[in-house]
């Protein structure tokens, strides 16, 4: 089993639309949770990050961790095109640096 | 700021070949890290280093050696490649907090081809 598991996609949906993206992770030691974004032949940027459960919001994306069930999302609400891109999760324990990261889920938003 | 560089950009490797490939930054950061990647398969992290002299090995470190004798410097090397290190490879950094998000800043890839 996978530490981190992402469904690849790929995700097309219309501009406007409310976007889900989903994680599911086995080891319960993670505490941090990330979101990383990366456009197309570009290295990843991180886009959200968030410590234990709980949500957390910036502009039209919130992040949501749900410890109990182990279950990372991130939500996008009206969606762009400019938000067509590949979205990473990424999870890490105590020890800083080493990130497990998800498959990516490939995302496209067309006008 | 150029952040981090990673050069070549494009490379064709023949089967048992050997390369560097080249990660600097100028961010001062203490960390940095290999990875590749392949599609659908996420970022694998193949080595890191805290710091100047210490590296160690993740998740596939087979068929690479690295090196750090600088904090700006982080190369890898691949010795008799082979097909099954085609592939995206890509180099980040990091500072060490102590608290705050794992921000880690990637280059711009290497897409390698072993034929």
């Known amino acids: 089993q996978k530490e981190v598991e992402q469904d690849p996609g790929p995700l097309s949906v219309p501009e406007g639309a409310i976007v889900s993206l989903n994680c599911t992770y086995s080891?319960?030691?993670?505490?941090?949770f990330m979101w990383y974004r990366q456009y197309s032949r570009k290295g990843p940027e991180l886009l959200m990050y968030t410590y234990s459960s709980g949500n957390k919001e910036d502009g039209r994306f919130t992040a949501q961790v749900d410890k109990s069930s182990k279950y990372i999302s991130l939500f996008i609400r009206d969606s762009q095109p400019s938000d067509s891109a590949t979205y990473l999760c990424?999870?890490?324990?105590?020890?800083?640096?080493?990130?497990?990261f998800g498959q990516g889920t490939i995302l496209t938003v067309h006008p | 700021n150029a952040g981090v560089t990673q050069t070549p950009k494009f490379r064709i490797l023949k089967i048992g070949q050997s390369m560097t490939l080249q990660c600097t930054q100028d961010m001062n950061h203490n960390y940095m890290y290999w990875y590749r990647q392949d599609p659908g398969m996420g970022l694998k992290l193949i080595y890191y280093?805290?710091?100047?002299?210490?590296?160690d090995k993740g998740e596939v470190p087979n068929g690479y050696n690295v090196s750090r004798s600088t904090t700006e410097d982080f190369p890898l090397r691949l010795e008799l490649a082979a097909p099954s290190q085609t592939s995206v490879y890509f180099c980040a950094s990091s500072p060490r907090l102590a608290v705050g998000p794992d921000t880690q800043y990637f280059g711009p890839g290497t897409r390698l081809t072993v034929l």
């Open positions: 990424a999870t890490r324990g105590t020890s800083y640096g080493k990130l497990t």
């Open positions: 280093s805290v710091g100047a002299g210490i590296t």
């Open positions: 080891n319960s030691a993670f505490q941090y």
